[in-house]
């Protein structure tokens, strides 16, 4: 049971709880009664998770529609010199066959192939408009796309 019952308040006869020092429940439905703090937050927290896990389970299949994949290399927890961070920085593939058949920037490379998901548009403007399955951000940073 989420409240006590309210033992140190006096009810009058027209209903209306008179405090003897100890916090009311908020709640409209639980006026007679005496939340204390743990209780209310057990509540709100239940309420809460309800309501989220709902629009949570929704909206997941129509975000999923407006992702891509793409890969980029990643040296993180790794030792890398600097051209392997700027590789790993810049270079984005349009399929993990193009990213294995790019050519590293030194023979002793050891960076991973990870997957990054982004927006249909960042799809289009990387790969789609150039017509290209390699795309470097440095060469992109000042190109904008006026039509489709």
Known sequence: MFCKVFRESKVRADREV????????????????NCDRRAFLAAGSVLAMTALRAGVAEAAPLKAKARRTIYRFSVRGRRASRAAKAFCANMRFKTKQAAMTAPPPHPGFNGRLIGVGVSITEMHRL??????????????RNLRIVGK
């Open 18 to 33: 008179e405090s003897t020092g100890h916090g009311e429940c908020p709640l409209p439905l639980f006026t007679r009664m």
């Open 127 to 140: 790969f789609v408009s150039r017509h290209a399955l390699v795309a470097d951000l440095r060469q992109l």
